[in-house]
């Protein structure tokens, strides 16, 4: 008689929000369109339910740095849309060459379209990739980069 051994290993990855993406449906919806993050987020956990999807958000720059820190030696995957922070933040920048999670850096918008302040980002030197323009649909394409 055999004896086999299934593992099920569930990947954890953890989507976080910096400032003012918790006005995602009412803020400036020609950009950033009309869906709240929380009714886009359970789409995204059915779409995904093979996978433990943790999302945060926070306005305070510290905050998004403390999130970091905590889960960046343990999960397997960082999906960070810092918004306004990607183009002024050293501090988030460090944090994320800090840690041992991979982050892939999302942006709603295609930033290189907009502004040339937008152009600039303190996250890109040190994560694995960047998704824009795509909507909401990036955080779909930066959770596949993790699972495919
Ligand atoms: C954004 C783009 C940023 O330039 C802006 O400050 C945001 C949102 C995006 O998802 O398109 O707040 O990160």
């Given at each position: 008689?055999?004896?086999?051994?299934?593992?099920?290993?569930?990947?954890?990855?953890?989507?976080?929000?910096?400032?003012?993406?918790?006005?995602?449906?009412?803020?400036?919806?020609?950009?950033?369109?009309?869906?709240?993050?929380?009714?886009?987020?359970?789409?995204?956990?059915?779409?995904?339910?093979?996978?433990?999807?943790?999302?945060?958000?926070?306005?305070?720059?510290?905050?998004?740095?403390?999130?970091?820190?905590?889960?960046?030696?343990?999960?397997?995957?960082?999906?960070?849309?810092?918004?306004?922070?990607?183009?002024?933040?050293?501090?988030?920048?460090?944090?994320v060459k800090a840690?041992?999670?991979?982050?892939?850096?999302?942006?709603?918008?295609?930033?290189?379209?907009?502004?040339?302040?937008?152009?600039?980002?303190?996250?890109?030197?040190?994560?694995?990739?960047?998704?824009?323009?795509?909507?909401?649909?990036?955080?779909?394409?930066?959770?596949?980069?993790?699972?495919?």
């Open positions: 008689m055999h004896l086999f051994f299934y593992i099920y290993y569930m990947k954890q990855l953890i989507i976080i929000n910096g400032p003012n993406l918790n006005l995602l449906g009412k803020r400036e919806p020609e950009i950033y369109g009309k869906q709240t993050f929380e009714d886009y987020l359970k789409t995204l956990q059915n779409k995904f339910s093979d996978v433990k999807l943790v999302y945060y958000q926070s306005n305070i720059e510290g905050e998004i740095i403390d999130k970091l820190q905590e889960v960046g030696f343990s999960y397997d995957g960082i999906i960070l849309n810092a918004a306004a922070y990607t183009h002024t933040s050293v501090g988030i920048g460090d944090a840690i041992e999670t991979p982050v892939v850096e999302v942006h709603i918008s295609n930033t290189f379209s907009r502004e040339e302040f937008r152009h600039q980002s303190y996250i890109l030197p040190n994560a694995k990739g960047v998704i824009l323009g795509f909507g909401l649909k990036s955080y779909d394409l930066a959770i596949e980069s993790f699972i495919f």
